[in-house]
């Protein structure tokens, strides 16, 4: 594993335009549960009965009280981990350009990071599906069911449920993200749902590198990535931030020493 952690830091040291994807295991360490696998959301909903924009159109209560709720109070607590950190560090060393991320948790900005493409919308705000009055997610007030506007319409999070379009200038940004990295690094995320897991082929296709961090491996693994490093994300960041580290310490000729 050191190994890769060190290729990983020379590919990080020798790239000049990174972007990465990342998904909801990014930020599991923050106390996020993810969607798929081991502790996911979909293992005690079926997406498609709470997730789908026709779910909730038909029952908006019950997509509250049993996904929107919960994800509120989970939200409300979490705070940025080493990943997200990690990625603003490689911002401030120059390289990272751009975050393409899948989750509606708002981590990465407030982590610093300052380019991120929601690529699913986010949670910090609510739109009236009446007025289209917006609120913010925090000042909502969730003694009723589902929460309404003053007009009396019903609140719906700013996140892209399944069923809906990803907005055409989130997908274009990515798109065009992806096709000018020379570096991919690909966190968290199952690659199991389209478009956001075309974005490593679309930059592997123009050319670039594309390293993956992920607990268990995906369709990515093996394929489209170039190379995985198996663990949490938090602490791979921490062990290619160290190898980074060492690098520069030892100089440009630390490959001779060695
Ligand atoms: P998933 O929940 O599908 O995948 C999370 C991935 O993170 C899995 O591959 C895990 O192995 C990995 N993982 C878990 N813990 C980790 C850790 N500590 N460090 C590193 N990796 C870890 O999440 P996404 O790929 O983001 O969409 O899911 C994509 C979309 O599906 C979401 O944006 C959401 C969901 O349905 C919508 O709601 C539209």
Known sequence: MQDLYRRAARDIAGARHIVALTGAGISVESGIPPFRGPGGIWEKLDPMEYAHIDAFMRDPARVWRALIADMKAVLDRARPNDAHKGLVRLEQMGKL????????????????????????????WQRCLACGQRVATAELDMAEMPPRCACGGIFRPECVFFGEMIAPVNLSRSQNAAAQCDLMLVVGTSAMVQPAALMPAIARQAGATVIEINFEPTPLTGQVAHYSLLGKAGETFNAILAELAAESEAGPHAEDIR
Do not use: P, R, W, Y
């Not at 899948?102 to 982590?111: E, F, I, K, M, R």
């Open 97 to 124: 350009k751009t975050i393409i991320t899948q989750n509606v948790d708002g981590l990465h900005q407030a982590a610093g990071s300052s380019d991120v493409i929601e690529f699913h919308g986010n949670f910090a």
